[in-house]
T-cell receptor, first 111, second 115 residues
């Protein structure tokens, strides 16, 4: 069945270091979305990428969608303690389902 | 502040109880979703309503019964739950149809504990 895989599962960084999480789909996606869930919170939509090779930036966050539309990445420059949480990628499901979520990457930051 | 409101925020119930979770959105979104989320796991889709009609039931046990009284409200009726049903239950909505994977706005969730 369709799968969306994310690596790494966990990442610990020192404040100020960069962080990247990678997302790979077993199928071509029409779009990919990224969500952030703070500890004890709910998923919050960050961004949607639609075009092949698309790159979008939100302050220190850079999102990329691969040329083949099967992979994506989220890069955070100079992490801060406010970046702590779990980052999920998600893509449209095939065969009549909605979004397929990756397992998430949990980021911890020490100051 | 979240634009999808869920009540209650916490719920503890016995296995023989009947309770309901409620979700409300006033963004004019036409698709609404129920998810179950276990600790350290991604949200797991349960149900999708589109234009107040049930579009997806991900083979959820009948002890969970969804209801969409109108375009702004979504309920999840619970009956005879099992301890393994303890989880965070998230409601979400999207502006467009669920097909094609529309960006979703999540509520704060209800933390459910089954005794």
């Amino acid at each position: 069945g369709q799968q969306v895989m994310q690596i790494p599962q966990y990442q610990h960084v020192q404040e100020g270091e960069d962080f990247t999480t990678y997302c790979n789909s077993s199928t071509t996606l029409s779009n990919i979305q990224w969500y952030k869930q703070r500890p004890g919170g709910h998923p919050v939509f960050l961004i949607q990428l639609v075009k092949s090779g698309e790159v979008k930036k939100q302050k220190r966050l850079t999102f990329q969608f691969g040329e083949a539309k099967k992979n994506s990445s989220l890069h955070i420059t100079a992490t801060q303690t406010t970046d702590v949480g779990t980052y999920f990628c998600a893509g449209p499901g095939q065969a009549g389902t909605a979004l397929i979520f990756g397992k998430g990457t949990t980021l911890s930051v020490s100051s | 502040d979240t634009e999808v409101t869920q009540t209650p925020k916490h719920l503890v119930m016995g296995m023989t109880n009947k309770k309901s979770l409620k979700c409300e959105q006033h963004m004019g979104h036409r698709a609404m979703y129920w998810y179950k989320q276990k600790a350290k796991k991604p949200p797991e889709l349960m149900f999708v309503y589109s234009y107040e009609k049930l579009s997806i039931n991900e083979s959820v046990p009948s002890r969970f019964s969804p209801e969409c009284p109108n375009s702004s409200l979504l309920n999840l009726h619970l009956h005879a739950l099992q301890p393994e049903d303890s989880a965070l239950y998230l409601c979400a909505s999207s502006q467009g149809p669920w097909r094609g994977g529309q960006p979703q706005h999540f509520g704060d969730g209800t933390r459910l504990s089954i005794l």
